[in-house]
């Protein structure tokens, strides 16, 4: 690890007790409810807002972020230096306008980037949680940022959103409170992680625990932390974020900075080379455990299930208005796990939108500029608007 | 779906059928004019199905709430006079299952609003009769080989496909080829020779 590296590395590990966001912090009388069956306490929860509320309170927008992302949805990443993973939709005079709305976006329980999480100080040891912290579900990310919203005195949120994971969230939402939802955009997601997800989380999961460097989860009292295993199972995510035609098209068999083979194990091709960066710059920013934390939250979601296994009964009775976006090239979220939503809504009489894009990008394009997207969210934030009476 | 949309002399008939804030599903909303025009004027509540995906996202784009969808397969997942109304205008001869839509239709909706191209127009008998080849007018401009029309029917036939399925007709207007409706004191022949279009509000 080189210098600048290893700075990076310890400024994570400072945003996880002290974030540069604003944290807002719950007490022994305020614990948070798990689905694990056990209560967190004291927790936090860092966040970032941009724009003003508004006197009726009325035109909020919660932001969900993805498995990886963070609080710093529309401003400089702390740690990387680069802007906000969202910013060519959030800001002033965007698509999301921030002149217009109040965004809020909150770093999810079992995150890293501030809110409690594996690489939070336990209090009772005053040592990093690790593995001590009970599992964290998609329902007990949002019960916090619930919690959150009543911190600012929001009764219904204009719009949720978010993508993949955020979109989990999105979904979890508008099924828990529906009444607190007045629209709902979750994009790239599905209602539960598919047999194919869980396996490709947990090829990511061993890849951390075979490094020995992640000593059962307490690295940090041993003073090292399992890059290499970070790295392999960011690897292999990134591959499931993208699509054979766009890796195709971005790096066929072209040859890493050489004219022929090696005939050797170094990086010959483009692909290796873009794929071990990937690895390398990700455990700059991500906790190994946090990691481990987040993928299981995505794996034990399953809407229908907690709904006697029928989806449309999660959102039975709903008025929040819904619009779901897809990507033809998705193979993480394919298009029908959207549209068995889409159906679930329908059977509940939902005001549902939904948009499939067509793109090779994969299920990442959900984080790049889509102009079709863009049109989309648009077309159904502006409608949502007028509906509840927000002015341009 | 199914005919071109700067002739839709149909939607103002459809949409006067329909009163304000009324609950409607739009099966074929194409590009959204319907849709757009009751929302405008009528203030419904109003959600889209529609089979290209172009016209879906440049709806939604539009802020008007439709689903990529096709009516031979989607009708399914809605519930039970989960709407007012249900419009399906101009694509019922584009199903492949123009009974079992029409069947949905009803049950999905307290009342249905069909409009199709007459097929017994006395263009279409002339087409067949003297030339001896399948019409293309300016309603129908598509050749037999790459028509979206796979199941054409004349106002009698569908009159006929009403009471197979037990459904009222509580309304019916046919438009001849300008588009001005054919008085009502016309006998169904009458109907089915002049009219260029139909369109039925049925109940059942």
């Known amino acids: ?70 609080q710093h949805v529309a401003s400089t990443n702390p740690v990387t230096g680069k802007p906000g993973w969202w910013e060519v939709l959030i800001g002033p005079g965007k698509i999301i306008d921030t002149s217009r ?48 919203i009543d911190h600012f005195g929001i009764e219904k949120l204009f719009c949720v959103l978010g993508g993949s994971m955020g979109g989990m969230q999105v979904l979890e939402w508008a099924s828990s409170y529906p009444e607190r939802v007045f629209s709902a955009l979750p994009i790239a997601t599905g209602a539960r992680h598919s047999s194919q997800n869980i396996a490709f989380h947990e090829v990511g999961r061993q890849a951390v625990m075979a490094d020995p460097d992640w000593h059962g989860g307490k690295y940090f009292e041993h003073g090292k932390r399992p890059e290499k295993g970070l790295a392999v199972a960011r690897m292999a995510a990134h591959i499931t974020y993208l699509s054979e035609a766009a890796l195709h098209r971005k790096f066929g068999r072209n040859l890493q900075d050489r004219e022929a083979l090696t005939f050797g194990f170094d990086a010959d091709f483009q692909i290796e080379s873009y794929l071990r960066h ?47 976006v897809s990507f ?29 894009i067509e793109t090779d990008r994969g299920h990442d394009a959900f984080l790049l500029d889509e102009p079709e997207l863009f049109a989309a969210i648009n077309g159904f934030i502006g409608s949502a608007a007028r509906a509840r009476g927000l002015s341009a | 779906m199914s005919v071109n949309r700067d002739q839709r002399v149909d939607l103002e008939v459809v949409a006067n059928l329909i009163p304000p804030q009324s609950r409607v599903l739009d099966v074929g909303s194409g590009d959204g004019s319907l849709l757009e025009l009751l929302q405008d004027t009528k203030q419904v509540d109003g959600r889209g199905l529609e089979l290209s995906q172009r016209g879906v996202n440049e709806c939604v784009a539009r802020g008007l709430s439709v689903i990529q969808g096709d009516a031979d397969k989607d009708l399914e997942f809605y519930p039970d006079k989960g709407f007012d109304f249900v419009v399906l205008s101009q694509t019922l001869q584009a199903t492949r299952n123009p009974k079992l839509v ?31 080849r399948m019409p293309v007018t ?28 037990g459904a009222t007709v509580e309304k019916a207007t046919a438009l001849d080829a300008n588009g001005q409706k054919i008085g009502l004191s016309m006998p169904w022949w009458f109907w089915n020779f002049f009219g260029q279009q139909a369109v039925f509000l049925l109940k059942r």
């Open chain 2, 102 to 132: 029409l069947d949905e239709l009803l049950r999905i909706g307290n009342r249905a609003i069909v409009s199709f191209p007459n097929f017994g127009h006395w263009r279409v008998r002339l087409s067949l009769f003297i030339q001896g």
């Open chain 1, 278 to 324: 990937q690895g390398m710059t990700f455990v700059d920013r991500f906790d190994a455990n946090s990691y481990l934390y987040m993928t299981r939250s995505m794996d034990y979601f399953d809407l229908a299930a907690d709904h006697g296994g029928r989806l449309a009964d999660a959102f039975a009775g709903t008025k929040t208005r819904f619009c779901l």
């Open chain 1, 328 to 356: 033809t090239s998705d193979w993480l979220f394919p298009t029908e796990e959207s549209r068995s939503i889409v159906h679930a809504l329908n059977a509940a009489g939902a005001s549902v939108s939904f948009v499939e």
């Open chain 1, 1 to 70: 690890m080189d210098a600048m590296a290893a700075l990076r590395a310890r400024k994570t590990n400072n945003e996880a007790d002290q974030p540069s966001s604003p944290v807002l912090r719950f007490g022994p009388d305020k614990p948070l409810k798990l689905d694990a069956g056990t209560l967190l306490s004291p927790f936090q929860i860092a966040y970032q807002t941009y724009g003003t509320l508004n006197d009726a309170r009325s035109n909020a927008i919660l932001v969900c972020h993805a498995l990886t992302g963070d």
């Open chain 1, 101 to 148: 709305f109040f965004v809020i976006c909150s770093n999810v329980i079992g995150g890293c980037l501030g809110s409690t999480g594996p690489a939070s100080t336990n209090p009772i040891t005053g040592k990093p949680y690790g593995l001590d912290l009970p599992i964290i579900t998609i329902r007990d990310m949002v019960r916090a940022q619930q919690m959150l």
């Open chain 2, 138 to 165: 300016k309603d129908l401009p598509y050749s037999w080989y790459d028509t979206p029309n796979i199941h054409f029917c004349t106002i009698r036939d569908f009159v006929n496909l009403c009471d197979e399925l």
